[in-house]
């Protein structure tokens, strides 16, 4: 699939310029957008919610892209708890990079080239859980948001196409950044609160996927591949996965989201071929698809849990009836002591993350 063709799958789908009321908005695309929504639709019903995307959302939307994220203690104490009897599988090799035309473990005596962004996340063990497939949803709205406002504790949701939503509960799967950005009055938003969506920023990531006809390799271990050995461009970090009957190697690199023309996103792809080329010989000769895409925004590392609460306490007219969902949900103090949590939350990040936000809402909603 070509760079030209990921622009097509983005294209939005024209509705009729409506204006919607209901007491349930979700806003989002994933896994954990579709599963609020349902769960949603399940308790109030079909005609009490709707949900928003800009996209058509394909079962495909189910699967994590790039490199596994459950990495960490505590990310792995969460994983145990919400999926006790799911197999986990622990990746007990520490991470490699290539470097000198071989691979080297991280924690060894050889260093890598500079990590950059939020790789150094990547270089710990990992750990992987099965997740079930999302079916297509064929009712969603395909719109895409100009902005966000309340009125009269209303959330009114504006579409470039003239469509307007008006909700009681807005359901926000992403981040608090991204809210902040769409929202019109930043001027009725305290301080600490657009403080704290401003912490939520994350670089854009290239996403490269390749699929072998027959397998290229082994190798288990989360693998770095630098860019370049004379400049601090960061690596690619993917990892082998088997999908079905092909092997596959998925591939992530932070990027500047001013770095991500076409021009630039085609060197760097054909500077990612020229390094497999090198590193498994017969890289060039297997047939192979490729897909890529580009997220302006991923997962937040440190995401300030308690700057969040203290939001929810004193600023209740931004945050009322407004529930952030994903990977870069912020994880309210007073559900975590509802739920008995015992982990420190600020060190869960992205999928552990969603999850356990998922879950802590179940019984909240």
């Known amino acids: 699939m070509s760079f030209k063709d990921i622009h097509k799958l983005k294209k939005i789908v024209e509705i009729q310029k409506e204006f919607i009321q209901v007491p349930h908005l979700v806003v989002g695309k994933d896994m954990f957008a579709v599963a609020m929504y349902r769960e949603l639709v399940l308790k109030y019903g079909p005609e009490n919610v709707r949900l928003i995307s800009e996209d058509q959302i394909l079962s495909s939307d189910s699967m994590i892209k790039g490199p596994g994220t459950i ?114 009055d930043k001027g009725a938003l305290s301080d600490k609160f657009i403080q704290f969506c401003e912490s939520t920023q994350t670089s854009a990531a290239l996403l490269v996927k ?86 302006h925004e991923i997962g937040c590392l440190k995401i300030d849990d308690q700057a969040y609460d203290d939001c929810l306490v004193n600023d209740q007219l931004s945050t009322q009836n407004l529930f952030f969902i994903g990977i870069n949900a912020p994880i309210a103090n007073a559900h975590c002591k509802e739920a008995l949590c015992e982990y420190s939350t600020n060190e869960i990040s992205f999928l552990a993350r969603a999850l356990f936000v998922q879950k802590l809402y179940q019984n909240k909603i």
């Open 71 to 184: 990495r960490g203690e505590e990310n792995q104490k969460v994983i145990h708890e919400l999926f006790p009897e799911s197999v986990v599988k622990n990746f007990n090799k520490p991470s490699i990079f290539y470097k000198d035309m071989a691979w080297k473990p991280f924690g060894g005596r050889s260093k890598p080239e500079a990590l950059k962004f939020d790789e150094a996340f990547f270089a710990s063990t990992r750990y992987e859980i099965p997740l079930e497939e999302i079916e297509n949803i064929e009712d969603s709205y395909l719109v895409k948001i100009k902005s966000i406002s309340k009125k009269d504790e209303r959330f009114l949701v504006e579409c470039i196409n003239g469509t307007e939503f008006s909700s009681e509960k807005l359901y926000f799967g992403k981040s608090p950044y991204h809210y902040m950005h769409l929202f019109s």
């Open 210 to 295: 390749f699929v072998f006809e027959k397998p290229l390799s082994d190798i288990e271990e989360t693998m770095f591949i630098p860019l370049s050995y004379t400049h601090e461009w960061g690596h690619f970090v993917g990892e082998f996965k088997t999908i079905g009957a092909h092997q596959t190697i998925e591939f992530i690199h932070f990027i500047d989201e001013d770095h991500t023309s076409e021009e630039e996103i085609s060197r760097t792809i054909r500077q990612l071929k020229k390094s497999l080329e090198k590193i498994f010989e017969n890289f060039s000769t297997l047939k192979i698809e490729e897909f890529i895409a580009i997220e």
